[in-house]
């Protein structure tokens, strides 16, 4: 964000109009915009800091997957993908890659703006926190500096590994995380482990939030695919 609060956002897409139509709606609603035609361009636009990027799927010179792989490397801001593919398994691999939304085309202009707007605000209560203190809905908050979370304002005694995939889900709102995505990512089991112990440690972490007094649940299953933090 420049010092005027303006934000910049990477609009990367391989079909001009569709490029040109995002780059001219989205600079008529204050942001400034870096465009995009293809993957190398993508990334060589991402080295001036974006505060979004807005990544379609099928692009040539690097595909956006392989794009956001790459920039995931070094750049911590949203990258929501706009793809006409609308499968679960290419969702699941969008997310895999470092994702933080899939948004299918056709799309509402509205209803992109508005997702646009609710990610970075969410980055903006993550900085203004100092990226420690974050609430999130059904009134539990998460102590990322102290590891601790909070559920209608009392505490919920989580084991260190239950924070753990608590904190993994809440950093990324919205993205799906497989069994053997959060076991591999967690670490820290023993040699025998199976990922089939992740649904265990979720059912317990859920148990200890509604006992606490979270007013909902905040980690939804995706059946067939995983799980994900609500936001």
Same mark, same amino acid.
């Given at each position: ?201 979720? =059912?317990?972490? =859920? ?22 933090? =609500?936001?």
């Amino acid at each position: 964000m420049k010092a005027d609060g303006t934000y910049t956002l990477l609009v990367a897409d391989d079909e001009p109009d569709i490029l040109e139509l995002l780059k001219d709606f989205f600079t008529s609603q204050g942001y400034r915009v870096l465009a995009a035609r293809n993957g190398e361009e993508a990334l060589q636009l991402a080295q001036k800091g974006p505060d979004l990027v807005l990544l379609d799927v099928a692009m040539p010179k690097a595909d956006g997957l392989e794009v956001c792989r790459r920039l995931r490397q070094h750049l911590h801001c949203p990258i929501l993908f706009l793809t006409a593919r609308v499968e679960d398994a290419d969702a699941l691999e969008g997310f895999e890659a470092g994702a933080d939304d899939y948004i299918p085309k056709p799309f509402s202009l509205p209803v992109l703006a508005a997702r646009v707007a609710a990610h970075l605000a969410r980055e903006g209560r993550q900085a203004a926190g100092g990226g420690a203190e974050v609430r999130f809905a059904g009134n539990v908050t998460i102590d990322f500096r102290q590891c601790a979370v909070f559920a209608n304002g009392g505490p919920v005694g989580l084991t260190p590994r239950e924070f753990a995939i608590v904190s993994l889900l809440a950093k990324h709102p919205g993205r799906v995380f497989d069994r053997d995505l959060i076991h591999q990512k967690v670490g820290g089991w023993d040699a025998a482990s199976s990922p089939l112990v992740v649904t265990e440690h979720v =059912r317990r972490i =859920r148990k200890k939030l509604l006992d606490a007094g979270a007013e909902t649940d905040p980690i939804e299953t995706v059946w067939g695919l995983g799980y994900r933090w =609500r936001g």
